[in-house]
């Protein structure tokens, strides 16, 4: 607009008419008036407005609390019954505002636990079954587990591979520590996600891994996915996979890249360190030293700890595909 008026402009100071004028003036102060008095409310920014006002008055502390209690009371796992329940929750509540909401349906191809456990067997001639899960007897609660992760199982030494990087792995190596065949114990930081650390491994030849937090709390697991790279669903990376619609095979060599070779699970702090502190072989980096909070780990293996890694997914085929519910809301 601006530059389509000043080209007007400079055409009438070429040679200005009265009539051309006065007529330009007029529009000028009608459009002018009308804009400032009546402006324009696109259907978007009604709905929008809308929003907000619906949005201000149905909240308050007392509900957001509602809210969030009713979403988090219990595990609602992606594609599991709960999910939908809680896709209906979210549901009912926008129409019960007066939002016009619906549901889609997206096919995704998730991995569930069937069964894991992990046992360490010290130099001593002693063991230890970790138990691996927060809690007992609640059977809502997800055993933790790697989400993407293959089935699989290893009998073999402990070895501490600090962050997983590759500079760990150099300064393993400049140690003379082997980590081909060992189950990798590695630990949550250093700028890497825990797939790149299971894909670290796995390029430096161990037979599992395991991944644990920091000691904020001891007993916690952290659930995830070791998927490398892209997002979204493997099938239908970018896109999302509505029922019907395109999506890729299991066995497209572009999904299959994206899953690693190795098995791997979480691990608490507290089962970590139990078989940190067990370890002899090579010294401690000085590196590490400074950011490990345990000053009881002397040496990072392998063995003579050994360790009987066991996981299996819940399905014949590794993944699982599954419907999951998504709500939309619009004005």
Request: glycine share 10%; hydrophobic share 45%; charged share 15%.
């Amino acid at each position: 607009m601006v530059q389509f008026w000043l080209k007007t402009v400079t055409a009438f100071a070429v040679k200005p008419s009265p009539l051309v004028a006065f007529v330009t003036v007029i529009v000028i102060g009608v459009v002018g008036f009308y804009s400032l008095h009546f402006p324009f409310h696109s259907a978007a920014s009604i709905d929008a407005s809308r929003f907000s006002h619906v949005f201000l008055s149905s909240s308050s502390n007392a509900t957001i609390s509602n809210y969030l209690r009713a979403l988090t009371v219990h595990p609602h796992l992606a594609g599991t019954k709960a999910a939908s329940v809680t896709a209906r929750y979210v549901l009912n509540h926008f129409t019960g505002l007066g939002l016009r909401a619906h549901t889609a349906r997206h096919s995704a191809l998730l991995s569930y636990p069937l069964r894991s456990s992990l046992a360490a067997h010290f130099s001593d001639g002693s063991s230890l079954e970790f138990r691996l899960g927060e809690g007992e007897g609640d059977e809502e609660v997800v055993a933790p587990y790697h989400a993407y992760s293959p089935s699989g199982s290893a009998w073999a030494a402990a070895v501490f591979v600090n962050y997983g990087r590759e500079e760990d792995f150099r300064l393993l190596a400049a140690a003379g520590v082997r980590v081909a065949g060992c189950v990798a114990v590695a630990r949550n930081g250093g700028g890497l996600g825990r797939g790149a650390v299971v894909e670290a491994a796995e390029r430096h030849g161990a037979a599992a891994a395991v991944v644990f937090g920091d000691d904020t709390w001891p007993r916690g697991f952290e659930r995830g996915h070791v998927m490398r790279g892209g997002i979204g669903d493997p099938l239908s990376p970018g896109w999302g996979g509505e029922d019907g619609g395109e999506s890729l095979s299991l066995d497209d060599s572009k999904v299959l890249k994206r899953f690693p070779k190795i098995p791997s699970m979480p691990l608490s702090a507290e089962a970590a360190e139990r078989i940190l502190v067990s370890l002899g072989g090579a010294p401690l980096p000085l590196d590490w030293r400074g950011t490990l909070k345990s000053s009881k780990v002397r040496n990072v293996g392998p063995g003579p700890t050994m360790l009987n890694f066991t996981y299996q997914v819940a399905s014949s085929s590794n993944f699982v595909l599954f419907a999951q519910i998504l709500v939309h809301a619009c004005m």
